[in-house]
């Protein structure tokens, strides 16, 4: 047991979080026990866990004091960046990168990948981000472009987006094109809705500074002084990604972002995000950031989701061994037969 005093003056609200959630957050990670009595926290488990959720405690009781705004989410993700890197402090997991600013927040990465991710979208012209669902690939993507706006260093934003149905057959959608292909691009609006008010965000796209298209709609197209950005890029076909990546103009940066591990593509296409990586890869100018399980920001069982499915994807089919496959029955005489009757030639067995 540990017993641990805060400095004088400690904004507990702010450090324990609504309802101690952060404190829940320290106990779930560490699995200790902590109790707080105005500015006296006792930590109760084993020593090493104990000595851990101390200086867990103690980093963020100096942000509290530094003025630093602390959200459980932020919390949750820093704890995990730290168990992988536990000679980082908090600060440098939660603050070390400069926030971007957008209409209605600061959006600042979480990982260590997504600010390796926002680095290379700065950095480089194209960047490609490959990763399962939940590691804010898109969503950091559309602040940037967001904030490239508001700076004006860019004249418009163009979102796409394969529409392709995810594993099943809607079949026909009324409406004009736009009525028909809007369910698709949804979660492209839902994320810039995000980042700025819904009357502002209506009123560029009315203007054609922000467009959200289909894929199919960029063929023939040059686009300069753009920030584009293609989603769902693992049901983009090997042909389309060639045609959206030659569509890039003068002082416009490109990023796509998809899952592997989600292709909704029929069995017979080839996804083009998947052979875009050997195509690629040790060009000047494009890179490739890969997301993992690590990364995902989203309800902490995502994680686990997708740790679940990558070990049932590598575990091995299992076979039955007590029936072997035989042929039908049919086939059986039919072979039978081909083998006791001598062909119209005389030749025993023979092919024709």
């Given at each position: 047991m540990r017993k641990i005093k805060l400095r004088e003056g400690t904004n507990t609200a702010v450090l324990f979080g609504h309802h101690d959630r952060h404190l829940k957050l320290i106990e779930e990670e560490y699995g200790v026990r902590c109790s707080a009595r105005g500015e006296e926290v006792?930590?109760?488990?084993?020593p090493e866990t104990v000595k851990q959720a101390e200086r867990v405690l103690n980093e963020l009781a100096?942000?509290?004091?530094?003025?630093?705004?602390?959200r459980s989410d932020d919390i949750?993700?820093?704890?995990?960046?730290?168990?992988?890197?536990?000679?980082a402090s908090l600060k440098e997991l939660l603050f070390s990168a400069s926030p971007i600013v957008t209409r209605k927040r600061f959006i600042v990465p979480?990982?260590?990948?997504?600010?390796?991710?926002l680095e290379a979208i700065e950095k480089h012209d194209i960047v490609i981000g490959i990763g399962p669902a939940g590691t804010g690939k898109t969503y950091l993507a559309?602040?940037?472009?967001?904030?490239?706006?508001?700076?004006?260093?860019v004249s418009r934003i163009i979102l796409a987006r394969p529409a392709v149905e995810a594993g099943e057959k809607l079949g026909y959608l009324p409406g004009d094109m736009?009525?028909?292909v809007n369910p698709y691009l949804r979660p492209l609006y839902d994320a810039l809705f995000d980042m700025m008010d819904m009357e502002r965000a209506n009123r560029l796209i009315d203007r054609g500074d922000i467009e959200?298209?289909?894929?199919?709609?960029?063929?023939?197209?040059?686009l300069n002084d753009s920030f584009v950005i293609l989603d769902e890029a693992q049901n983009a076909t090997a042909e389309q990604m060639k045609m959206f990546l030659t569509r890039l103009g003068f002082h416009s940066k490109a990023v796509v972002t998809g899952d592997i591990t989600q292709i909704d593509l029929p069995s017979d296409r080839v996804s083009g995000l998947i052979e875009v990586r050997g195509i690629l890869q040790g060009i000047a100018g494009i890179e490739f950031v890969h997301f993992d399980e690590r990364d995902v920001v989203r309800h902490r069982l995502v994680q686990e989701i997708i740790k679940a499915y990558d070990r049932h994807s590598a575990t091995p089919p299992h076979f039955s061994p007590s029936r072997k496959s035989e042929p039908p029955k049919r086939q059986q005489q039919d072979s039978k037969a081909?083998?006791?009757?001598?062909?119209?030639?005389?030749?025993?067995?023979?092919?024709?």
């Amino acid at each position: 047991m540990r017993k641990i005093k805060l400095r004088e003056g400690t904004n507990t609200a702010v450090l324990f979080g609504h309802h101690d959630r952060h404190l829940k957050l320290i106990e779930e990670e560490y699995g200790v026990r902590c109790s707080a009595r105005g500015e006296e926290v006792t930590v109760e488990g084993m020593p090493e866990t104990v000595k851990q959720a101390e200086r867990v405690l103690n980093e963020l009781a100096a942000l509290t004091n530094e003025g630093y705004e602390l959200r459980s989410d932020d919390i949750s993700h820093a704890l995990t960046a730290l168990r992988h890197n536990q000679d980082a402090s908090l600060k440098e997991l939660l603050f070390s990168a400069s926030p971007i600013v957008t209409r209605k927040r600061f959006i600042v990465p979480k990982t260590p990948t997504q600010k390796h991710y926002l680095e290379a979208i700065e950095k480089h012209d194209i960047v490609i981000g490959i990763g399962p669902a939940g590691t804010g690939k898109t969503y950091l993507a559309m602040a940037m472009a967001v904030s490239a706006l508001m700076k004006k260093d860019v004249s418009r934003i163009i979102l796409a987006r394969p529409a392709v149905e995810a594993g099943e057959k809607l079949g026909y959608l009324p409406g004009d094109m736009y009525a028909k292909v809007n369910p698709y691009l949804r979660p492209l609006y839902d994320a810039l809705f995000d980042m700025m008010d819904m009357e502002r965000a209506n009123r560029l796209i009315d203007r054609g500074d922000i467009e959200i298209a289909p894929l199919a709609f960029m063929r023939g197209r040059t686009l300069n002084d753009s920030f584009v950005i293609l989603d769902e890029a693992q049901n983009a076909t090997a042909e389309q990604m060639k045609m959206f990546l030659t569509r890039l103009g003068f002082h416009s940066k490109a990023v796509v972002t998809g899952d592997i591990t989600q292709i909704d593509l029929p069995s017979d296409r080839v996804s083009g995000l998947i052979e875009v990586r050997g195509i690629l890869q040790g060009i000047a100018g494009i890179e490739f950031v890969h997301f993992d399980e690590r990364d995902v920001v989203r309800h902490r069982l995502v994680q686990e989701i997708i740790k679940a499915y990558d070990r049932h994807s590598a575990t091995p089919p299992h076979f039955s061994p007590s029936r072997k496959s035989e042929p039908p029955k049919r086939q059986q005489q039919d072979s039978k037969a081909s083998r006791s009757t001598p062909s119209q030639s005389g030749s025993w067995g023979q092919s024709h």
